[in-house]
């Protein structure tokens, strides 16, 4: 995760929004990125941490076996990113901060089509939420990118409540 919070790091120093992306096997980076094209005059919602670090591993690794990736984000995959990685055959998934807004990660599986219903994924959120936390507060104090969403409320709160517990 820390290499994903270095990720997200310098997709802020960019003017990005501080999502940064790790693929591992077995403890091994396999991939990694951030989040690209949300502060340009090009922003789309395609150029997320998880596709752009996906489409790199499978142009490097095209025969790797995704069943066995972990998925590091410092935000909780969106719903396009989290069935993106799922029918890639990614089935473990670490975040660091939860996306109130557009986490993708509730979805119920077991209620939806055949090619869904089977799938079992193992979900871990939390991991150095508050490094996450204070990138993602830090994005909002400065960019115009999400402002007045429900997520940026919210980390707005979060981190002055976190801030406010620790003195």
Same mark, same amino acid.
């Given at each position: ?73 410092? %935000?909780? !995959?969106? =719903?396009?990113?989290?069935?993106? #990685?799922? /029918? ?8 660091? @901060? ?24 193992? %979900?871990? !959120?939390? =991991?150095?939420?508050?490094?996450? #936390?204070? /990138? ?8 115009? @990118? ?22």
């Amino acid at each position: 995760m820390e290499v994903a919070l270095a990720e997200a790091q310098l997709a802020l120093e960019a003017g990005e929004f501080p999502v940064g992306c790790v693929l591992a096997l077995d403890g091994k980076i396999l991939a990694q990125g951030r989040r690209r094209n949300s502060g340009s005059a090009s922003r789309n919602e395609l150029d997320h941490a998880e596709s752009i670090t996906l489409r790199s591993l499978l142009a490097e690794q095209p025969r790797v076996d995704c069943s066995k990736i972990t998925v590091y984000s410092t %935000l909780e !995959p969106c =719903l396009m990113c989290f069935s993106t #990685l799922l /029918l890639s055959g990614i089935r473990r998934f670490i975040w660091a @901060y939860e996306d109130v807004m557009g986490g993708g990660t509730a979805l119920p599986l077991a209620q939806l089509a055949p090619l869904y219903r089977e799938m079992h994924v193992d %979900l871990l !959120p939390g =991991l150095l939420r508050n490094e996450s #936390l204070a /990138l993602f507060a830090r994005f909002f104090q400065e960019h115009s @990118y999400w402002q007045g969403s429900l997520l940026a409320s919210y980390t707005c709160a979060e981190f002055q409540r976190i801030d406010r517990a620790n003195g």
